[in-house]
Nanobody
């Protein structure tokens, strides 16, 4: 079974940057949607950024202008460049990939901690 492998999380001071990556362990076809979610302690998981197959991008309002989502179609990899990080960005970040064949894949999560 194909899994999503995430990397790039860590501890950073406020104002710093991190880049998350998410790549599949095997072949995925007909990707419709690639996105990043996050979950802070005691809070529900929320959508941070998404890019569709057609290149349409949406961001959570609180990260607009600071985060950039991008994808490498040849590698089926999605990235999240996070700049000007704030303590409220702290949480576990999850990659999500959905296909037109109804696959709904999640990564294992990567911890992002922003210290004040």
């Amino acid at each position: 079974q194909v899994q999503l492998v995430e990397s790039g999380g860590g501890l950073v001071q406020a104002g710093g940057s991190l880049r998350l990556s998410c790549a599949p362990s095997g072949s995925i076809f007909s990707i419709n949607y690639m996105g990043w979610y996050r979950q802070a302690p005691g809070k529900q998981r929320e959508l941070v950024a998404v890019v569709t197959a057609g290149g349409r991008i949406n961001y959570l309002d609180s990260v607009k202008g600071r985060f950039t989502i991008s994808r490498d179609n040849a590698k089926n990899t999605v990235y999240l460049q996070m700049n000007s990080l704030k303590p409220e960005d702290t949480g576990v970040y999850y990659c999500n990939v959905q296909t037109t064949r109804s696959w709904n894949l999640w990564g294992q999560g990567t911890q992002v901690t922003v210290s004040s």
